[in-house]
């Protein structure tokens, strides 16, 4: 396995990963009682977000470099 291939996959298992504790941490939200632990989920939901948005920018450098090489 390349390099290349090798920096997709992990992209892509981080994706798994942030797609999964999003999910998680949403769930949590909608059934906890307290609104100052609302908005510390709210906070890490938002850098999750970040993640994801750097994720998606990598995956797309990493298309078109795969594609100009092809």
Known sequence: MSNHDKIFQ???DIE???EISHATISEVMD???DD???YILLGVLQQQE???RALE???EALKAERE???
């Open 10 to 12: 992990a992209c892509i």
């Open 16 to 18: 798994t990963a942030a």
């Open 31 to 33: 059934n906890i009682g």
């Open 36 to 38: 100052r632990y609302k």
């Open 50 to 52: 970040g993640i994801t």
């Open 57 to 59: 920018t990598i995956n």
């Open 68 to 70: 100009k090489a092809a």
